[in-house]
């Protein structure tokens, strides 16, 4: 009970369960027929006892590649180091993806020329490492009246910036605010 109290006292512990390979292997192989590639093995269709047999000739796996052709497509290898692999081609997609990366800038609908001057520089920065930016106008209370100069304000933006981005969403009315999308250009070859 003391332990119980103290927070150590966690429940009943599930069993271990053993996760199921993503691929038929071997004796799981429900097809009668299989198309069989791999090295050192002609290429061909194979009734599945003599697929089997040559891949224990060679002390490999009989992996099924392609379950939903007709006849399933199999493949001799060594079935860890084909998920290794697998793995591995998987990290290196998502490391070429590439992240789009969002910058807002803000601004109110009497925005100084000064400030402008200043967020329009860090804008400009923005797109030329290749980064989208969000333009907005946030208008507090009654300001709401003075949209025109938001929207006036936001086109004034976006052609000052025309030289290294283009707008992507015109200046359009969300709530209290005006959003102005600019994704930078394509670089030139």
Known sequence: MALKKAGFFRGPRMPFKKKEPEHKIN???TASEVRLTGENVET????LAKALELAEEQALDLVEISPNAV???CRI???????YEQKKKQKEIKAKAKQTIIKDIRF???TDDHDFQFKLKHATAFLQ???KVRAYVHFKGRAIVYKERGEILLLKFAQAL???GKVELFPKLEGKRMFLTLGPKA???
Do not use: M, T
């Open 108 to 110: 109110g609908p009497n």
């Open 71 to 73: 006849p399933p497509v």
């Open 187 to 189: 670089a030139k070859k």
């Open 162 to 164: 025309e030289e290294f």
């Open 44 to 47: 061909g269709i194979y009734p």
């Open 27 to 29: 004796e799981r192989i």
């Open 129 to 131: 490492a290749g980064e």
């Open 77 to 83: 290898i060594d079935y860890s180091k084909f998920l």
